[in-house]
């Protein structure tokens, strides 16, 4: 058997249900009087079991459709054989932005969290997303970039033909003109928004990705009892905390140490003098 | 292709012929130069106080000295001080020992990921305080010289600012002081990339790359600078070498120059966030928002006489972001001295050697 043919029946089948399900509501059917059983057959055991199982047909095909309705990516999904075969093909994975691809590894990632499913998973396929999704920017940033490139060889052509410029006479004044008009034309489009922008996302997505790629790292540590570069950061964090605070206390023992001795006015001691002025003060009483 | 190319054939076999003389003997002489002969940073000093990765070096004296003051130089941590003392015959440091002044340098060293956690606050009310502190000790003084680098001149500002009873005067080169003046001005399209592509990160941005790297990669830097420079960065080891592959000398500039680039340090992550978020993009410097060990850093403080030197086709710092310091400072002797050439020429290039050096010690003696 072919599987691949699989889909194409599966689809035929939800069409058709669907098409039974619509005609069911235009009919002014409701949900209710289809999904309920009617009364209990008079007939015979075999007209009883035949009208269970009808019944039992239709409920699934109604909760299908209900679902269906509820969760539209499903809905939309074309997993018929082409999509299939797009899934497979190494030449369809190094494009940027690979659509089905894409959609599919959202479904996935974006999907219910379950405590103790498929962490591992869950944070291979994200990577896999962030790749892609900086696969998308570079392509976008180089856009941007190509398109600078040709409009100075542009100008560079523009530049060769214009009569009132004096001649080109070596080589080099000819390596000369190009060099400061590409340059000229790189740096008006480095100032522009477009390519900010595009610098940034590409910068912002290289960056995801690689922090994706160190949960990956990091999970594949605890797992092999290797300490990650998050604890590491910690324990420097920790270090950095304790070096700043002893520079401060010793700074602070420096500073005291600097201070002049105190100097009483009197012979005596300030907390006897505190506590000779507390027996006067009883005594006054 | 066109009626402009009018090449002569005979200039063209001429120019041939010339481009493969230049080629031959520029491989020969690159064949012959090893790396002992491309060495940077050789004026003689010695270690004198170390905390953590930051080294104070002292130079050895050249001369009598005619600035009783030591003078301590702070370059920042994007790039390196090396960069002022590149050459024999092209360096800050020789240029002012030979004039009699007692240098001392920071040296901040690698950074790696292990110091991802250092803030400004801890460069400036720290390490370089330790350093000054040091200084005063040995020389029994109350307050020295400061002289700062592009970043390290921030550095020296906010440390003027919070301590300036240590600071005898402030001297600024190439430093940014309003993070915002690239804006509506007629400067040419390479002046203040950095400004703006700083501006085009929003925050999160920022936390996020340093929170995936650690620190900010000095690699990533370098690339940001080779975007002023487009065609001249694509084109440095191919017309850029050709240029001055014949000449021992130039030659030996630019590959000693390539030394220096090559040696980018990361910057730490929790100072760059503030680099960038606070000045780049708050501009909280001239604002008068910036804090510092639970200090604002008020530059009304800076009332020690201030020279402020710029470069007048600097593109990564432009002009008008040193200048705005005059309107910020309280300091009624503040000096403005601009220097022909770009942001790295003005310490290298033969043209400014002599207007530096000199320019700076005789504000000094004159202040000491």
């Known amino acids: ?285 | 292709m066109t009626g402009r190319v009018q090449v002569d054939p005979q200039r063209a076999f001429a120019e041939i012929a010339e481009f493969n003389r230049t080629l031959a003997q520029g491989l020969s002489l690159l064949d012959k130069t090893r790396d002992r002969d491309v060495q940077i940073a050789t004026t003689p000093k010695r270690e004198v106080f170390r905390q953590d990765k930051t080294v104070l070096y002292h130079y050895e004296p050249m001369a009598k000295r005619e600035v009783k003051v030591p003078v301590l130089v702070v370059y920042g941590l994007i790039g390196r001080y090396t960069m002022a003392d590149l050459q024999e015959d092209r360096s800050l440091m020789r240029n002012m020992l030979g004039q009699g002044v007692d240098l001392y340098v920071v040296d901040w060293g690698s950074p790696t990921r292990t110091d991802r956690w250092l803030t400004l606050d801890d460069y400036i009310d720290g390490y370089l305080h330790e350093c000054i502190l040091h200084i005063c000790r040995e020389h029994e003084l109350e307050a020295i010289h400061l002289l700062g680098i592009c970043e390290g001149g921030v550095f020296t500002l906010c440390y003027a600012a919070l301590h300036p009873e240590r600071v005898k005067s402030l001297t600024l080169t190439i430093t940014p002081v309003d993070f915002h003046a690239d804006q509506n001005t007629s400067a040419p399209l390479h002046h203040g990339l950095i400004n703006l592509w700083a501006r085009s990160l929003s925050p999160e941005d920022i936390d996020r790359m340093i929170e995936a790297n650690g620190n900010l990669p000095g690699d990533l830097m370098s690339f940001v600078f080779s975007m002023m420079t487009p065609l001249s960065s694509l084109t440095k080891y191919s017309v850029g070498l050709f240029d001055v592959m014949r000449d021992e000398k130039k030659l030996l500039n630019f590959l000693r120059m390539e030394k220096w680039l090559a040696d980018r340090p990361d910057h730490p992550g929790e100072a760059a966030k503030q680099w960038l978020k606070d000045l780049y993009q708050d501009n909280k410097l001239v604002a008068g928002e910036l804090e510092l060990s639970g200090r604002r850093v008020d530059l009304a403080q800076v009332r020690m006489p201030v020279l402020n030197i710029f470069a007048q086709d600097d593109h990564i710092i432009p002009p008008k972001s040193s200048q705005a310091l005059r309107q910020h400072v309280g300091t009624k002797d503040y000096t403005e001295l601009p220097l022909p050439g770009g942001h790295v020429g003005v310490f290298v290039s033969g043209k400014s050697q002599g207007i530096l050096g000199s320019g700076i010690v005789k504000w000094l003696k004159a202040r000491d």
């Open chain 1, 1 to 285: 058997m072919n599987w691949f043919d699989a889909p194409d029946g599966w689809l035929k089948y939800w069409t058709e249900n669907q098409k039974s399900l619509f005609q069911a509501l235009a009919e002014g059917k409701t949900a209710a009087s289809w999904m309920t059983p009617g009364e209990a057959p008079a007939g015979s055991f075999e007209d009883w079991t035949r009208q269970m199982s009808e019944f039992s047909r239709r409920s699934v095909e109604s909760w299908t459709a209900l679902a269906k309705q509820g969760w539209p990516m499903l809905a939309g999904s074309d997993a018929d054989r082409s999509s299939l075969q797009q899934l497979f093909d190494p030449a369809v994975w190094s494009r940027t932005g690979a659509g089905r691809f894409d959609l599919a590894l959202e479904r996935l990632t974006e999907g219910p969290t379950y405590a103790t499913l498929w962490d591992l998973d869950r944070k291979l396929l994200n990577a896999q997303r962030l790749w892609l999704k900086r696969s998308e920017d570079i392509a976008a940033y180089q856009a941007i970039v190509q398109a600078a490139w040709r409009r100075a060889i542009q100008r560079f052509v523009d530049a060769l033909n214009d009569p009132k410029a004096p001649p080109l006479k070596s080589g080099r004044e000819f390596l000369d003109l190009w060099i400061a008009t590409a340059n000229a034309c790189l740096l008006e489009m480095h100032r522009s928004d477009e390519f900010l922008e595009a610098q940034r996302k590409m910068t912002r997505s290289a960056t995801e990705y690689r922090l994706q790629e160190r949960e990956i790292a990091e999970a594949f540590c605890a797992m092999h009892h290797i300490p990650t570069r998050t604890e590491m950061d910690e324990v420097q964090r920790a270090v950095y905390e304790l070096r700043r605070e002893l520079r401060a206390l010793q700074r602070k023992g420096e500073g005291e140490l600097a201070k002049p001795a105190p100097t009483p006015r009197s012979g005596k001691r300030p907390a006897a003098k505190a506590k000779a002025k507390r027996k006067a003060r009883r005594v006054g009483s």
